[in-house]
């Protein structure tokens, strides 16, 4: 082959390539534009524009008496499109930018004047169309920016783009911190009542189109919501603020007092199972405690003496002792296998009765060891009977397991009998055992404690709910008697005598454990006081538990978590007027003055004679001024009519400004106290603005 058709023939083989390969490309584009091109179509614009979720404002959460005690408040990002539609011609940016950037200065304090004028110019001059202004904007603030020059435009010529977000917020700060809870829906934690009704709480998200521009930011595509959020429903909480303070401060003062690592107090209504206050403190430095943890729900722990309540409960129900039987204590202690059951005392011998209110461990011990070493079966099976090794099914999460271990126990030892019948070898968290506490002062009917009364979505109820009855006779009546009985000798004449109240009576147990260290095992020589127990004593109406770990400035039961009982019963008894059995009887009797009052509105007068139980009925402006006890107090209808001077004679200074002003005329005012005199005659119909001067004294 010569040289000629050599090259001619390499030519055309890469022609012949070249047109090979230009028909794949072909085939290829028409391909992907007919046959793929709707799946590319859709791949870029999922690329440049997609739907994000719009937040839906969550429910509020509120406590038994209406108060606020979770909500959510709108926040802002606000941001600004320097391209809007208002602002697209020079001459109205340049001649407006300056007096908005001294606004925003001025509003937000953050930059000067000429720094915002300087970035919304930039901004401008790079077609930012999403330009940032200022994060976390409160509502009201947004209403005030909305005024600014620019911004005034309107919604879409002005440019001010508002990103709503919600914050949580808890009006009344650490008040029920634990039992109100939080979410991190990332890290999957959920607590307290937010994390148990989240689904309820946080409503729907809506959906908004955004769109990716320069520098990789994705803005909205309209400024309408595409698809609207459902707001969250409200969770009506069984908690009752005034007494969640009462509980958090008695306390706080006593960890402080006695300087201790953590405690926990929790107040339950006896015939609804609603948990009124639950507080839980944990050291934090010298002298301060903070809500850490939630030790009320999810500790489980070594009870001690508190426990021995069920202990007594079942040698009672199986006929073992009885509350008169006699016990022999000796010198204080009793030899079991391996260890020495020890009193604090030496009681010598006693009755059943008196060993529970001296919170006797030999007595216990040697009842329980006594009766049930030959079947410590019957023992345990009896107190798995009163539900004690069952989970409450608690309407918030994190509750701790309880433990009661049986003969078939990995763990059971024959120091195991002996040592449960006084709270050791098992374990509860305080809710449970101040909820078998509560069917003791319930009757014998235990219920499981209740956080929530209700779900609300737009003011109408979802869902109600009721205490969950556990069991509805836990023990024969003759039994639950004979326990109301020893718990209420506790207070009169064993450990908890000192925490007795002369205006009501109490009824309850002492418990001083030793806590357990790890490898150290209980030679550390570290304590749980703790109080369990209920009030009225004769008419059961709030039970309470209160329990304190690793005390400093003492330990027992009685000087340690006994007063914070005591403070907290106190107060919950001063507040509470159903629980005064002499309230009702109150009366007045004879014909006496009135109680000093003032003069003012008629219903706010009724409201506090209502209050305190008094029957009221009307009188004339000159009417008696003796209180008849069988048709009721006589109080005056205060009318006011424009153009007659009104009669304020008797009133504070708020009423007689009120009455005077919306009868048309002015009022003159010298003194305090309540008028005493007033310049023109009651009744005079007179021209409006004309001058009353009132003295007070």
Known sequence: ??????????????????????????????????????????????LSTRYVDVEAVRGNIYSADGSLLATS?????????????????????????????AKLSAFFGDKSTAQYSRLLKHARANGNRYYLIKRDVGHQELKTVREFPIFNLGKYKGGLIAER???????????????????????NIH???????????????????????????????????????????????????????????????????????????????????????VANF????????????????????????????????????????????????????????????????????????????????????????????????????????????????????????????????????????????YGYELLMTPLQMLTFYNAVANDGKMIAPLFVKEIRHLGNTVEHFDAR????????????????EMLAGVMIEGTGKRLRSPNYSMAGKTGTAQMADGASGYGARRYQSSFAGYFPADNPKYSMIVVIRNPRNGYYGASIAGPVFRELADMV??????????????????????????????????????????????????????????????????????GTVPDVKGMGLIDALYAIENSGYQAKVTGKGRVIAQSLLPGQRLKAGTSISIELK
């Open 191 to 277: 607590v307290g009542l937010e994390g148990a009704y989240g689904e309820f709480i946080d409503g729907q998200s809506g959906k908004r189109l955004v769109q990716r521009i320069a520098g990789g930011v994705w803005m909205p595509v309209n400024r309408e919501i595409e698809v609207a959020p459902v707001d969250g429903s409200d969770i009506i909480s069984t908690i009752d603020v005034n007494m969640q303070d009462m509980a958090q401060r008695a306390l706080e003062k006593q960890l402080i007092a006695s300087n201790a690592d953590n405690g926990c107090v929790i107040l339950m209504e006896v015939a609804t199972g609603e948990i009124r206050a």
């Open 282 to 421: 944990t050291r934090d430095s010298e002298g301060v405690y903070r809500e850490k943890f939630n030790y009320a729900i999810a500790q489980s722990a070594e009870p001690g003496s508190t426990f021995k309540l069920a202990s007594y409960l079942v040698a009672l129900e199986d006929g073992k002792i009885d509350t008169n039987t006699v016990i022999e204590t000796g010198n204080g202690t009793y030899q079991v296998p391996g260890h020495t059951i020890r009193d604090t005392h030496a009681y010598g011998t006693i009755t059943v009765k008196q060993a529970f209110e001296l919170s006797s461990n030999v007595a216990i011990t040697k009842i329980i060891n006594t009766a049930y070493r030959n079947n410590p079966a019957a023992f345990t099976k009896a107190l798995r009977g009163l539900h004690l090794n069952e989970e409450l099914q608690l309407q918030i999460p994190g509750e701790g397991k309880p433990l009661i271990k049986t003969p078939e126990s990995k763990s059971w030892s024959k120091l195991s009998l002996p040592q449960m019948a």
């Open 573 to 642: 008894y001063a507040n509470d007027l159903d629980m005064h059995d002499n309230f009702d009887q109150l009366r007045l009797v004879g014909n006496t003055g009135l109680p000093p009052t003032l003069k003012g509105s008629t219903s706010a007068t009724r409201k506090v004679f209502d209050a305190f139980g008094m029957k009221t009925m009307y009188a004339s402006a000159g009417g008696t001024q003796h209180i008849d006890t069988v048709k009721g107090i006589p109080f005056a209808d205060e009318a006011i009519t424009e």
């Open 469 to 484: 009855v556990i069991d509805e006779q836990i023990a024969s009546e003759n039994t639950i008697n004979k326990l109301q």
């Open 165 to 187: 977000k919600n914050k949580r917020i808890l009006p009344f700060t650490n008040l029920a911190a634990r039992t109100i809870g939080y979410k991190v829906p990332a890290e």
């Open 73 to 101: 408040v709108p926040e802002y990002d606000l941001r600004m499109d320097l391209l809007a539609p208002g602002i697209q011609e020079d001459d109205v940016f340049y001649a407006k930018v300056d007096s908005l950037a």
């Open 1 to 46: 082959m010569n040289i000629r058709t050599d090259i001619l023939f390499r030519a055309y083989l890469s022609f012949g390539l070249i047109v090979l390969i230009a028909i794949a490309v072909l085939v290829k584009l028409f391909h992907l534009q007919y046959v793929e091109g709707e799946e590319w179509r859709d791949m870029a614009d999922s």
